[in-house]
């Protein structure tokens, strides 16, 4: 089946420094990449998502690079703020079918002042 | 516009007690449905999907089962508790069209 890997576990960054977060998949099938924002307590959000035909998605201060032949994706944030303080997963589509996601275990992104 | 609903918010039960967690979709038709688990500090476990009425999938054998009654609504059970099965549940659902996935509010349940 697909297995995603994403790393780092955990990111302790300076507010004002970028963060980055990779992920990587086995099936080289698979078409749509998402990544989703958790905050304590709460119910994963969709930030961005991307899809196979794009190499790379911005919006605002965050972006998502795919490189489909070496099957891995990351999520870029620029200029962090405090309030980017979260649990990030990505998520990959399972090809067998039905719109399943597979997700990352997470990563626990800290924003310092 | 879309919105998905899930209760109970928290839920303490005692082991070898029945479990019934419900969730509802309104402002779409036949949706996909999904129930995850998330345990403390861990990621997000796919236990069950549903692309229809009665058709359910699962995706790891456990001590719980889903149930989907009607077309916008997905049901997670359990005859008996094991102290293995505390954790964050959140139901999802997409368009069957795509992948998109949006979560409930999740049900915080420790199991005593």
């Known amino acids: 089946g697909e297995n995603v890997e994403q790393h780092p576990s955990t990111l302790s960054v300076q507010e004002g420094d970028s963060a980055v977060i990779k992920c990587t998949y086995s099936d080289s099938a698979s078409n749509y990449f998402p990544w989703y924002k958790q905050e304590l307590g709460k119910r994963p959000q969709l930030i961005i998502d991307?899809?196979?035909?794009?190499g790379e998605k911005k919006d605002q201060r965050i972006a998502v690079t795919l490189n489909k032949t070496a099957k891995h994706f990351s999520l870029h944030i620029t200029e962090t703020q405090p309030e980017d303080s979260a649990v990030y997963f990505c998520a990959v589509s399972f090809s067998g079918g039905y719109n399943k996601l597979i997700f990352g275990a997470g990563t626990r992104l800290a924003v310092h002042p | 516009s879309q919105t998905i609903h899930q209760w109970p918010a928290t839920l303490v039960q005692p082991v070898g007690s029945p479990l019934s967690l419900e969730c509802t979709v309104e402002g779409t038709s036949n949706p996909n449905l999904y129930w995850y688990r998330q345990a403390a500090g861990r990621g997000l476990q796919l236990l069950f999907y549903?692309?229809?009425?009665?058709?359910i999938s699962s995706e790891v054998p456990q001590n719980l089962s889903a149930s989907r009654p009607q077309d916008r609504q997905f049901i997670l059970s359990s005859k008996k508790l094991l102290l293995s099965d505390s954790g964050f549940y959140l139901c999802a659902w997409s368009y069957s069209s795509n992948e998109k996935l949006f979560f409930g509010s999740g049900t915080q349940l420790s199991v005593l």
């Open positions: 549903s692309v229809g009425i009665g058709q």
């Open positions: 991307i899809r196979s035909n794009v």
